[in-house]
Structure formats: structure tokens, C-alpha cells
């Protein structure tokens, strides 16, 4: 089994940014992708950033694309998601994502391709 804690959520000033942390435990060893998706109050669930664990390919949502990067520490057993210039829209709670065995693919910002999720962490950007 995997268990992924988030954490580096906040408050912050539009322009400014943000670290978001994904703390991976169990058979890391298993997992194809990791992503990062938002939701905020009264929308669905979408896409942000997501990243194949073996090539490190990654794929971005237009929304965030030139101001989120998705990185792995495979040392640390760590996802990140750095923020960069956020807007106002930005607001939303985080949530980090895996998949693992069985595998199947709907593409990096799809929610069916993940099967493990973690607890959120919420993210707020003041105008």
C-alpha cells in the first residue's frame, strides 16, 4: 500500500509563491505517476501538474503552465509542486495523487488515472 501526506499549503499574496510537499510512504517502488489536482468551493476536482516516476516526464494544466513546476525526490520519497506567481484563482485545497498497480492511463490530469490520494492541504491567494 502507499499513503501520501501534503503539506506547505497557506495563505500568500497574489505574485507570490508556495512550496506544496507530498510525503510518499509504503512501496514507492510501485508507483507509475504521481499528479497534483485542485478543488475549489463549488467546482470539480481538475488537473494541475503530473509526473511519470520512471522518465520524469511531466504534464501541466494552460491555467499554471510557466508558474507550477512538479518535481520527485526519489531520495526522500517526496513529490513537490512550487508555486510561482499565483493568482487569486489559484485558491483552492490541493491534493496529491498516485497510481498504483493495477495500472491504467487516462492521462496525467485525468482523476481516473489515480487510485491513491492524500488528505489535501489548503492554498489561498489574496488579491
Known amino acids: 500500500q502507499v499513503q501520501l501526506v501534503e503539506s506547505g499549503g497557506g495563505s500568500v499574496q497574489a505574485g507570490g509563491s508556495l512550496r506544496l510537499s507530498c510525503a510518499i510512504s509504503g512501496v514507492t517502488s510501485s508507483i507509475f505517476a504521481m499528479g497534483w489536482f485542485r478543488q475549489a468551493p463549488g467546482k470539480e476536482r481538475e488537473g494541475v501538474a503530473g509526473?511519470?516516476?520512471?522518465?520524469?516526464?511531466?504534464v501541466y494544466a494552460d491555467s499554471v503552465k510557466g508558474r507550477f513546476t512538479i518535481s520527485q525526490d526519489n531520495g526522500k520519497n517526496t513529490v513537490y509542486l512550487q508555486m510561482n506567481s499565483l493568482k487569486p484563482e489559484d485558491t483552492a485545497v490541493y491534493y496529491c495523487a498516485a497510481r498504483i498497480p493495477p495500472y491504467n492511463y487516462y492521462g496525467l490530469l485525468n482523476r481516473l488515472t489515480y487510485n491513491v490520494w492524500g488528505q489535501g492541504t489548503q492554498v489561498t491567494v489574496s488579491s
Open positions: 509526473i511519470y516516476t520512471g522518465s520524469r516526464s511531466t
